[in-house]
């Protein structure tokens, strides 16, 4: 009898981020934009550092893997709740939830660890300056993506482990619009207390020790370079606001849903859509804007491929395919 019950809940109800039906398509307008941005900004980026042979140095190699990531961050979930806008029921199945819960873990995780690696590429970088390209090889630059995605791989497998066998045999409204852990855990046919507080000290334990990591990095950073020239400490500042700014609009989110676990709904779901929406999107802007070469690169980039005629050529040539 408790088999049955406990396995009478197939899917769940995303309540979304408002109920209100009338802004259900001015919504799906502005984040179909945003998602589409996230998509271009970061594709662009990819694909600049992988054309400019001036840009294959560790710190943009880093910086390639952190676009992907935040391509795959903002596609976990943003098509459904982009689609979502369009429906009255927004479900999804349970499978469908938990490889959402899978996914956010695992990118978020990941994620979190490629800015701790560019955070010791600056370090190596402005602190050991003679020795950076032996440290920073390709290598090692290998090793420390390889190293994020195992991260974000063990991080996501045991928050996974929390919530797979967890009995669902009633209330099935996730008021999110998706299934984060936190929400879906407390769904659950039992007393979730416990559960819920290793979810919070595991996520919280990698969030807070990456931020430290980040912490401690720039700092010394900023320490080692006091007492060099005027023109080193401004390129220094002008490097790492980029990087400090990107690791507060990331780790800010993050820390307080997870390692402040009291706060009410509405304000995770802003929280929510700032880490799988504007971050992604912010990331490109900041990473280009203060960025010289990156400008130039995707100058000269532009040049390439934008010019006169090519681009009414590319098209003629893709119509007579389609047509052939």
């Known amino acids: 009898m408790n088999e049955t019950n406990h396995s009478r809940v197939t899917e769940f109800v995303l309540l979304g981020l408002c109920s209100s039906q009338e802004l259900q398509p001015f919504l799906f307008l502005i984040f179909s934009l945003l998602y589409l941005a996230i998509l271009l900004g970061n594709f662009l980026i990819i694909l600049t550092v992988t054309s400019d042979s001036r840009l294959h140095t560790p710190m943009y190699f880093l910086l390639a893997n952190l676009s992907f990531i935040d391509i795959c961050v903002a596609s976990f979930a943003t098509p459904k709740m982009i ?8 479900t999804i ?3 469908a939830c938990l490889a959402q819960i899978f996914s956010v873990h695992l990118f978020a995780g990941g994620e979190m ?14 602190c050991k300056p003679l020795h950076y390209m032996t440290i920073m090889s390709r290598r090692v630059c290998i090793i420390l993506v390889l190293i994020s995605w195992c991260v974000g791989f063990i991080h ?20 999110s619009f998706f299934c984060d852990l936190p929400l879906v855990t407390k769904l659950a046919c039992t007393d979730t207390y416990v559960i ?10 990698l969030s807070l020790s990456s931020f430290l990591l980040l912490v401690v990095s720039y700092t010394v950073i900023l320490i080692t370079v006091r007492n060099r020239s005027c023109a080193s400490m401004a390129k220094a500042r002008s490097t790492l606001t980029a990087h400090i700014t990107v690791v507060t609009l990331f780790f800010g989110p993050c820390i307080f849903i997870y390692v402040w676990p009291f706060s ?3 304000v995770d779901k802003v929280l929510a859509v700032f880490y799988t929406i504007f971050t992604p999107i912010l990331n490109p802007v ?13 100058a000269k980039l532009k040049s390439r491929y934008l010019k006169s005629g090519q ?10 395919l389609e047509t052939k």
Do not use: W
């Open 83 to 90: 689609a979502d806008f369009l429906v009255e029921h927004k």
């Open 93 to 95: 199945s349970f499978d």
């Open 113 to 126: 660890v490629i800015l701790v690696s560019m955070a010791y590429d600056r370090y190596v970088a402005i």
């Open 156 to 175: 996501t497998t045991s928050q996974l482990a929390f919530t797979v066998n967890l009995p669902f045999c009633g209330p099935n409204q996730v008021d």
């Open 196 to 205: 819920s507080l290793l979810i919070v000290a595991d996520s919280g334990f």
């Open 264 to 266: 009410g709904y509405s």
């Open 286 to 298: 900041i990473y280009t804007l203060r960025n010289k070469e990156m400008k130039a690169a995707m």
């Open 311 to 320: 681009v009414s050529a590319v098209i003629r040539n893709t119509l007579f």
